[in-house]
């Protein structure tokens, strides 16, 4: 099969051999691949694969079932979370991992869900607590985790604050349901929301930003950091979290295991599927690249000017 490899922080188009389902794995014929920042750390170096995965970047897919297992049939329309291997013609892919393709949607559209969507699900409700009418604030509200974010916040009556680098990024932002957005390259976000009563933040920039988090966070607030685009280190006032009672926590989704996974899966298509059948939530694709283009669609998260999703396409 055709897959890319990192070669001296690029992607390279290779050869390998079609991967073998285990006990307990499907194999699905690659129909579209969504792109991650997380793939752009791996080829730098900076998120090497858990131990056993393969070293092929990629974490969500969307295809069919062509060696089936478990409830699944051959031919069965499936999109799945990886730990790795998504920028391939085929994967094999713990049968937790998999659910059957929304209604209405195209492979594309489905291809851009696993990893985004399984992020925000997870983030929010297990580790943020988030509930119906609280107030979250999604940093990066424009990317794939931000637009995501704003329309699960949306769907469960919560206000959702956001900010985001241009002003036509803020109107996608609250195109997409959010009551206010923040050009954080114009205005400082903490001016802006102090008088805001915030109950979780959800974070990819760390850095300087966390000691802004814990200052907007009302009493009982959750800051969730799921990256740190902006630096590793973020320093806080000690005594201001022990005085709003606030806590600090946060993850990543890829070293989890099949069956933790599995739990976020049913999550989801217990509390996201309907929606997305019914058209009050859904994928927000910028651009789709063939997938011979996978280096360029990479530059182009890189040059982070997209909104929504990036998702290479094997049609």
């Not at 990629?58 to 049939?73: D, T």
């Not at 119906?132 to 931000?146: D, F, P, W, Y």
């Not at 909104?307 to 396409?313: F, P, R, T």
């Amino acid at each position: 099969m055709k897959a890319f490899e990192i070669v001296n922080e690029t992607l390279k188009m290779t050869d390998r051999p079609v991967p073998a389902p285990q006990d307990g794995e499907v194999l699905i014929k690659v129909h579209a691949a969504g792109i991650n920042r997380p793939d752009i750390f791996q080829r730098m170096g900076a998120y090497p694969p858990p131990e056993g995965v393969t070293d092929i970047p990629g974490l969500e897919v969307a295809g069919e079932i062509m060696e089936p297992a478990g409830n699944f049939k051959k031919g069965d329309k499936v999109l799945a979370l990886l730990a790795g291997g998504g920028y391939a013609e085929y994967a094999a892919v713990p049968i937790q991992q998999v659910l059957p393709i929304p209604n209405g949607l195209s492979m594309v559209e489905a291809a851009a869900i696993p990893e985004t969507f399984f992020t925000v699900w997870t983030n929010l409700f297990d580790s943020g607590k988030l509930q119906k009418g609280e107030t979250l604030l999604v940093h990066g509200g424009s990317s794939g985790i931000g637009s995501a974010a704003i329309q699960i916040a949306k769907y469960f009556d919560c206000r959702v604050l956001t900010t985001a680098g241009t002003d036509e990024k803020c109107q996608f932002c609250k195109d997409l349901g959010a009551d206010i957005a923040v050009n954080y390259k114009k205005n400082d976000f903490e001016d802006v929301l102090k008088d805001e009563k915030i109950d979780v933040i959800l974070d990819m920039v760390g850095g300087d930003y966390y000691a802004k988090n814990v200052r907007l966070l009302s009493p009982f607030g959750r800051l969730v950091s799921i990256a740190s685009l902006n630096g590793k280190v973020g320093e806080v006032e000690i005594f201001r979290v022990m005085r709003k009672r606030l806590t600090l926590t946060g993850s990543t989704l890829r070293a989890r295991s099949a069956d933790e996974k599995g739990e976020i899966a049913k999550a989801m298509r217990e509390n996201i599927w309907p929606a997305i059948e019914a058209g009050q939530i859904r994928p927000i694709i910028d651009k789709s690249f063939p997938f011979d283009q996978a280096e360029e669609a990479q530059q182009y998260m890189i040059g982070g000017g997209h909104m929504g999703k990036i998702v290479l396409s094997l049609a």
